[in-house]
């Protein structure tokens, strides 16, 4: 890794250049390079969280003056419960996942002379698909890095070793422009990953941080060199990077989720899961912004599920419905603590303890699925398609909840927190995307790759192929081990 105040086409020809010797190097050596950051991170810990309580002391004052959102106040601090651990774990459980692109010798093309073909075409893959074109011709699709990735953040000290961790592992370089909130913070960690890499075989400029005020501009124009864009902030951040380059950019705008309570939902997890899904973590992008709960269910599962909330000081805007059937069960004390919803409230991302619930009425004597419908077609019509869920006890329900919501994660009976690359498996994640094409969802490891076709012939041509006489292609499927 490098601190690099260099012009930002500079930057990024050296990450291009970069890439292409990451992307060669064996999967042990990226993996003892992950290793080494783990350790310098490790022990430069009192360092990194000493810059970081200077970080915050700074951000609490401008949240004081309203110059900074409390949101963002919150991501940025790395002494939170879990943070720094997660953050350090995270390194480790990418170095032991599985090289998305090392083949091995499962695939004949490759297997001989792998290192002069991993020069040639960029990576030694993993073969996905394989055909026998005919004798002596094998098409293979073959996974490989995206090249170069750049990564515009606010706040959130922890994405630089997240992605110094996925972008070594994937062989991917990376350029990474933090936000001013977190200056100090970001230097102390990345000292300590400089420190680390350069004892590797990892290239300097494979990693780099850049220090330089006022270049993510130009550094969006440099679409001959950088791959992709990874925006991760606000709102704001989001469209004005969607808005201002020609390189594709994978993220999301908004947080909008949901939760729907179906009538059948089993009463002992629905305050669980709500709790968690709004409370757990009310900055977080997969926080849930509305309840919707179905009208048979505002008398027998909403009443636990609001007092609950309440309790824990988070703030209600019903619809008429639902503040109707809460008035009427609630202790006095918290029912005029409910506040009336407006149309916007589900349009809106609080990252907050604030949540709005909307009822969902099904007309009388209407099958079940019809809930269903009108739950997805609320969803679809205001949600953000990052995570959404439903409550129930039928699968057959929930399957169609599933099918239908047009979301990165939709899940069955558990809380929309689970949106996350460390939760799923994954080690940690670059991002949470809601793109429809390439990745969606927490993107982990391979959601940085891609792939490639490669054939190996023995002389043929084009012209030996078609018209009478010809020779005829077998296009025989070979099954992968």
């Known amino acids: 890794m490098s601190l690099t105040d260099s012009s930002p ?96 010798p499962t695939s004949q093309y490759f297997s001989c002379g792998a290192w002069l073909l991993s020069a040639l075409y960029g990576t030694v893959g993993k073969t996905t698909l394989k055909t026998r074109l005919d004798d002596g011709l094998v098409l293979e699709r073959v996974t490989c890095p995206i090249g170069v990735l750049l990564i515009i953040f606010e706040a959130r000290p922890e994405v630089i070793a997240n992605i110094a961790a996925l972008a070594i592992k994937s062989g991917n370089a990376a350029i990474l422009k933090g936000g001013k909130e977190s200056t100090a913070s970001f230097l102390a960690i990345s000292t300590a990953i400089a420190a680390a890499l350069s004892a590797t075989a990892v290239p300097n400029a494979a990693i780099q941080l850049v220090t330089t005020r006022d270049v993510i501009a130009s550094l969006l124009e440099c679409d001959r060199y950088i791959d992709l864009v990874i925006p991760r902030g606000s709102n704001e951040l989001v469209r004005y990077t969607k808005e201002h380059t020609r390189i594709p950019v994978l993220g999301h705008a908004d947080g909008l989720c949901a939760i729907y309570i179906h009538s059948d939902a089993d009463h002992e997890i629905c305050t669980r899961i709500v709790l968690d899904s709004k409370l757990g973590y009310p900055a977080a992008c997969n926080s849930i912004e509305t309840l919707l709960i179905h009208q048979a269910a505002l008398g027998t599962h909403l009443p636990a599920v609001a007092s609950a909330l309440l309790e824990q000081g988070c703030t209600l805007r019903c619809d008429y419905a639902s503040k109707s059937a809460l008035t009427a069960s609630l202790p006095a004390n918290q029912a005029t603590l409910l506040q009336d919803a407006t149309d916007e409230d589900y349009d809106t991302e609080f990252l907050s303890p604030i949540l709005a619930i909307k009822t969902v009425a099904p007309p009388a004597g209407s099958s079940e699925d ?112």
Request: charged content about 20%; some cysteine.
């Open 370 to 481: 019809v809930a269903i419908t009108l739950a997805v077609a609320h969803i679809n019509a205001h949600s953000s398609h990052h995570t959404d869920a439903i409550l129930t006890s039928s699968p057959a329900l929930a399957r169609q909840f599933q099918v239908s919501v047009n979301s990165a994660c939709v899940f069955h009976n558990t809380s929309t927190r689970m949106a996350d690359g460390m939760r799923f498996g994954f080690g940690t994640e670059v991002g949470i995307s809601t793109n429809k094409i390439h990745a969606r969802g927490p993107v982990g490891l391979e959601g940085l790759c891609i792939y490639k076709y490669v054939i190996g012939g023995s002389g043929q041509v084009a012209a030996d192929y078609g018209g009478a006489g010809g020779e005829r292609f077998k296009h025989e499927k070979v099954e992968l081990p």
């Open 9 to 104: 086409e500079q930057i990024a020809k050296a990450a291009s250049v970069a890439s292409t010797s990451l992307a060669i190097l064996p999967s042990s050596v990226r993996n003892d390079a992950l290793g080494a950051i783990h350790q310098s991170l490790l022990q430069a810990k009192e360092r990194i969280l000493a810059a970081n309580a200077k970080d915050v002391e700074l951000a609490s004052k401008a949240a004081a003056d309203g110059q900074l959102s409390q949101s963002v106040l919150k991501r940025l601090d790395l002494s939170r419960p879990g943070k720094w651990d997660d953050m350090l774990q995270g390194i480790l459980d990418v170095r032991e996942l599985e090289d998305p692109d090392d083949n091995g």
